[in-house]
Antibody
């Protein structure tokens, strides 16, 4: 069965960076892109961008341009999302999700807390 | 960016009720829309893709309709496990955008 398993919770200070990982299993990794979506505490869902696992092409929401990098490692079926220059507004749960007609399967989420 | 206006933002309903949630897109998105259910502390789960296709394993009481700018999610016969927050997502144009969510609560 399709599974996306993410790395554990992180705490960072303002100005730092964080890198969240997402391990895919149960399907051919290179056939589906990976999106990243975040959810601030008590708020709605926000799409950050996606990466093609086939050729590494990316599409980032303008809000995150210059601050986010999405990468994949097809040899290990891993996807990564790095967010830099963190501030308190970046405190959120970060989800990876498989792209198929939008997104279908989701990871369990990774809580990133930004606090001094 | 395409704005997804979702309504209502919350509703109270009883078990067995028919519930309708609407998403309106600020421009046409064909049928590039999905509906998601999220329960507290859990990741979202897709219910509907392509505006009207039922995701495998999802009960048939969930249905979606619409195309272009107006979309509807209907729950026919609300069950206790359906109390959750529901979101629409358009994936026609970057950046993909979600509706702000509809919280379905017990009356």
């Amino acid at each position: 069965q399709v599974q996306l398993v993410q790395s554990g919770a992180e705490v960072r200070k303002p100005g730092a960076s964080v890198k969240v990982s997402c391990k895919a299993s149960g399907y051919t990794f290179s056939r589906y892109g990976v999106s990243w979506v975040r959810q601030a505490p008590g708020q709605g869902l926000e799409w950050m961008g996606w990466i093609s696992t086939f050729n590494g092409a990316t599409e980032y929401a303008q809000k995150f341009q210059g601050r986010v990098t999405m990468t994949t490692d097809t040899s290990t079926s891993m996807a990564y999302m790095e967010l830099r220059t963190l501030n308190s507004d970046d405190t959120a749960i970060y989800y990876c999700a498989r792209n198929w007609d939008g997104v279908d399967y989701w990871g369990q989420g990774t809580l990133v807390t930004v606090s001094s | 960016d395409i704005q997804m206006t979702q309504s209502p933002s919350s509703l109270s309903a009883s078990v067995g009720d028919r519930v309708t949630i609407t998403c309106r897109a600020s421009q046409g998105i064909r049928n590039d829309l999905g509906w998601y259910q999220q329960k507290p502390g859990k990741a979202p789960k897709r219910l509907i893709f392509g505006a009207s296709s039922l995701q495998s394993g999802v009960p048939s009481r969930f249905s979606g309709s619409g195309s272009g700018t107006e979309f509807t999610l209907t729950i026919s016969g609300l069950q206790p496990e359906d109390f959750a927050t529901y979101y629409c997502l358009q994936h026609n144009t970057y950046p993909w955008t979600f509706g702000h969510g509809t919280k379905v609560e017990i009356k």
